[in-house]
């Protein structure tokens, strides 16, 4: 199984500041990772797919990158609306598996 | 909009079976463009695969929890479902029912996901 390793845990961060979350594989698994966001309470929401990505109706503030073992999604400025929790997710190999999650909480 | 909702027993007593169903509406379960999953998170934890079915039948299962999983399909009613034997309190989650494209850059991930279904396991 694919463990997939995400850091920080916490991240403490103000509106309109840049937001780097970090999310390593036990493995390679190419580009082959997907970024959710989740707000309490509410379904997981896609944001990235394939590493890099938007899915649709994701605003430009939000993009990924990485491949091989190591990926990261960014969040250029920080909106109050992005304060969650971020999940990765692996389709490299079965079973799928999700990272633990960062929260990003304002600060 | 494709919508999915979970429904079932909110607790299960240990050794007996959980069972939950999901519900879709705005689409049709039975198209071959997309499969059927199963996710849980326990409270403060991450998300767990549980696993997913095709409208064919066809299923693949975690193998942490193939042993006591079955996943099936009743296209009439556009619900698909769940059933975990011989729970105990570490299944206790929330309990997520989503969907999947079989082809294409999202296959493999999750477009559409239900609002979610705490089951606690207790006596």
Do not use: M
Request: aromatic fraction near 10%.
């Amino acid at each position: 199984e694919i463990v997939l390793t995400q850091s920080p845990a916490t991240l403490s961060l103000s509106p309109g500041e840049r937001a780097t979350l970090s999310c390593r594989a036990s493995q390679s698994i190419s580009t082959y990772l997907a970024w959710y966001q989740q707000k309490p309470g509410q379904a997981p929401r896609p944001l990235i797919y394939d590493a890099s990505n938007r899915a649709t109706g994701i605003p430009a503030r939000f993009s990924g990158s990485g491949s091989g073992t190591d990926f990261t999604l960014t969040i250029s400025s920080l909106e109050p609306e992005d304060f969650a929790v971020y999940y990765c997710q692996q389709r490299s190999d079965w079973p799928l598996t999700f990272g633990g999650g960062t929260k990003v909480e304002s600060k | 909009q494709v919508q999915l909702q979970e429904s079932g027993p909110g607790l299960v007593k240990p050794s007996q079976t959980l069972s939950l169903t999901c519900t879709v509406s705005g689409g049709s379960i039975s198209s071959d463009s997309y499969y059927w999953s199963w996710i849980r998170q326990p409270a403060g934890k991450g998300l767990d695969w549980i696993g997913r079915i095709y409208p064919s039948g066809t299923t693949n299962y975690n193998p942490s929890l193939k042993s006591r999983v079955t996943i099936s399909v009743d296209t009439s009613k556009n619900q698909f479902s769940l059933k975990l034997r011989s729970v105990t309190a570490a299944d206790t989650a929330v309990y997520y029912c989503a969907r999947g494209p079989v082809r294409g850059i999202l296959t493999g991930y999750y477009d559409y996901w239900g609002q979610g279904t705490l089951v606690t396991v207790s006596s």
